[in-house]
């Protein structure tokens, strides 16, 4: 599946990282296209889930690794 990922979370797509998709746990693809995030699908996980019934332009819920944003708060910020 490819998704369009929201500008705010386009930082934390990394490839081969980790993304929930509907509280999916699934890997990002190595290829990330800009703006958006390929997910590859193992058959058990396409016919467990209810990824099979996304279709083109249908909203999913996205997360992102929490490790991530816990780094971001690490990181000092300009003026800060």
């Not at 990002?28 to 889930?49: K, L, M, N, Y």
């Not at 996205?62 to 708060?73: G, M, Q």
Request: charged share 25%.
């Amino acid at each position: 599946l490819e998704i369009e990922a929201p500008r705010g979370l386009a930082r934390y797509i990394v490839p081969k990282g980790p993304v929930a998709v509907d509280g999916i746990s699934l890997t990002i693809g190595p290829d990330t296209p800009a703006g958006s995030f390929r997910v590859f699908i193992i058959p058990h996980t396409w016919d467990h889930t209810n990824l099979r019934s996304t279709a083109p332009g249908r909203r999913v819920n996205i997360e992102i690794d929490i490790l991530a944003k816990y780094v971001e708060r690490l990181i000092p910020r300009d003026g800060a």
